[in-house]
């Protein structure tokens, strides 16, 4: 069974600051990670995928990478503002699963004016 | 377009009562997944659905659940009876399929929180 392990559970952090996300996989035959936004009583938004044969992804204020080799992914965020308080979750799917995500138990965010 | 929606956002039942859950995907999507989420196990996959058809409900916990979609814009997740075990978020979403895969972004709808007593 493929585990997605995420450390650490919750952070804060103040505003304007940079920060790393961090996201651990088992899965070898990784098709692709996507790193998911969810808010409080709401439903996940998906914030970036990285196929395996990428390395990173950039939208925005986000950048997300992909080491395979590793067994990890990292959501970089600049500038963190009060909007970005979230808990963010990762997802692999693994090849011969294309329909099967599986996520991670998330890291709680917390950025403080 | 509304998004996924489902109903009904909370539902409070005792032990032995039967819930449906309802979801309504995006239209055009072929693609519905049934997650439920809980502190302990996290999110998990309990059944996806492609045009209409079940394709894999190895998620689903035991007999006492159970899932249709009579149609491209409904679908339906049932407990019977139900235990306080089930209590969680039960999560609906769905995808465009791409090269015959689901185009991997899911769109998920705002949860339904079950409370069994």
């Known amino acids: 069974k493929q585990e997605v392990t995420q450390i650490p559970a919750a952070l804060s952090v103040p505003e304007g600051e940079n920060l790393v996300l961090n996201c651990s996989f088992t899965d070898s035959a990784i098709y692709n990670l996507q790193w998911f936004r969810q808010d409080p009583g709401k439903g996940l938004t998906s914030l970036l995928l990285i196929q395996s044969s990428q390395r990173e992804q950039t939208s925005g204020r986000l950048n997300a990478s992909l080491d395979k080799s590793s067994g990890r992914s990292t959501l970089y965020i600049a500038a963190s503002q009060p909007g970005d308080s979230a808990t963010y979750l990762c997802?692999?799917?693994?090849?011969?699963?294309?329909?099967?995500?599986?996520f991670g138990t998330g890291t709680r965010l917390q950025v403080t004016l | 377009d509304a998004g996924v929606i489902q109903s009904p956002r909370h539902e409070v039942t005792e032990m032995g009562q039967e819930v449906t859950l309802r979801c309504k995907p995006i239209s055009g999507h072929d693609y519905l997944f049934w997650y439920r989420q809980t502190m302990m196990r996290g999110l998990e996959l309990l059944i996806y659905f492609n045009n209409n058809v079940p394709i894999d409900d190895s998620g689903m916990p035991e007999d006492r659940f159970s899932a249709k979609m009579p149609n491209a814009s409904f679908s339906t997740l049932k407990i019977q009876p139900s235990e306080p075990r089930d209590s969680a978020v039960y999560f609906c979403a769905s995808s465009l399929s791409y090269r015959g895969y689901p185009d991997e972004k899911l769109f998920f709808g705002s949860g339904t929180q079950l409370s069994v007593l």
């Open positions: 997802a692999e799917t693994g090849t011969g699963t294309a329909s099967k995500l599986t």
